[in-house]
């Protein structure tokens, strides 16, 4: 059974970079049709897409994040990693890693880490 | 950009049918998803491909799509049910961008 797990700091300052680690198990990271993604969800407000990366490393961002979202692959540890720079309390959320296979949904998830921006 | 809309919130007693719509301008080319997310807990998938329910999903919950509306249907809704649900599904223009809708409170009581 595939199993993600989400690892970073829960706390992050203003203005710095949120750096959050996806470690798969169960499975391979490096299937031809798989996409890895991070989703987060802020306190009151409703799931947010953020990207994914293919296992090539071809990634795709939301167009309100590109600017400041960076995700990549590590298929030697079979992880995956998100950074966020410049981040602002509006960034204080929990996040999920999660996998789906090309043309379809999200069909595994991690449990999800909150990760609040303060000072 | 490209939205996807659904009611903030549903409302239905034990037994009844709850309905939640998602409509999208792009739903006629792309499939709608549905997932259920509990307090506390990470998204399940309930409906996938507009209308399949996967391995372990009850019966009670269908979905279904039409023009550029996609609903999910739970017949008989349990208190069990009460949850948050999403749409999801591919962005109009750029096939690479994927969204959620913003989200349905479902309330069972």
């Known amino acids: 059974q595939l199993q993600l797990q989400e690892s970073g700091p829960g706390l992050v300052k203003p203005s710095e970079t949120l750096s959050l680690t996806c470690t798969v198990s169960g499975g391979s990271i490096s299937g031809s049709d798989d996409y890895w993604g991070w989703i987060r969800r802020p306190p009151g407000k409703g799931l947010e897409w953020i990207g994914n990366i293919h296992s090539t490393g071809s990634a795709y961002y939301d167009p309100s994040l590109k600017s400041r979202v960076t995700i990549s692959v590590d298929t030697s540890k079979n992880q995956f990693s998100l950074d966020l720079s410049s981040v602002t309390a509006a960034d204080t959320a929990v996040y999920y890693c999660a996998r789906r296979r090309s043309r379809s949904a999200y069909a595994y998830w991690g449990q999800g880490t909150l990760v609040t921006v303060s000072s | ?109």
């Open chain 2, 1 to 109: 950009s490209y939205e996807l809309t659904q009611p903030p919130s549903v409302s239905v007693s034990p037994g009844q049918a709850a309905r939640i719509t998602c409509s999208g301008d792009a739903l006629p080319d792309h499939y709608t998803y549905w997932y259920q997310q509990k307090s506390g807990q990470a998204p399940v998938l309930v409906i996938y491909e507009d209308s399949k329910r996967p391995s372990g999903i009850p019966e009670r919950f269908s979905g279904s799509s039409s023009g550029t509306e996609a609903t999910l249907t739970i017949n008989g809704a349990q208190v069990d049910d009460e949850a948050d649900y999403y749409c999801y599904s591919t962005d109009s223009s750029d096939n690479h961008r994927q969204l959620f809708g913003g989200g349905t409170k479902l309330t069972v009581l």
